[in-house]
């Protein structure tokens, strides 16, 4: 069974930086990809960023040059550090796994099968 929580959400100013962490287990398999999606108030929930097992990176446009993901295998945690954080970033983010595919096919939700709780983060002007 994978299992997935998330943390480092919090509540900052535009300009300033966070690190959210994803603890999974579960996912003992060779390839899987994973990823970040965040949901704000009244707007579907989009995808921020996805990594296979092999290092292989997307991002959408708006965070492009100012979110960088990573995984470390050793330590099951998936990573999305968010420097330069703006307003439009606020949202329920989310972690999310497939091992189903062997490498991410893009940043649409419907790829992925497991999904942690999700942890806030709100960017104040």
């Known amino acids: 069974q994978v299992h997935l929580v998330e943390s480092g959400g919090g509540s900052v100013q535009a300009g300033r930086s966070l690190r959210l962490r994803c603890d999974f287990s579960g996912l003992h398999y060779s390839a899987y990809c994973m990823g970040w999606f965040r949901q704000a108030p009244q707007k579907e929930r989009e995808g921020v960023a996805t990594i296979d097992r092999g290092g292989a990176t997307t991002y959408t446009s708006s965070v492009e040059g100012r979110f960088t993901i990573t995984l470390d295998g050793v330590r099951n945690a998936l990573y999305l550090q968010m420097n330069n954080l703006e307003p439009e970033d606020t949202g329920k983010y989310y972690c999310?796994?497939?091992?189903?595919?062997?490498?991410?096919?893009?940043?649409?939700?419907?790829?992925?099968?497991?999904w942690g709780r999700g942890t806030q983060v709100t960017v104040s002007s």
């Open positions: 999310a796994a497939e091992y189903r595919i062997p490498t991410c096919r893009g940043l649409s939700d419907t790829d992925f099968t497991y």
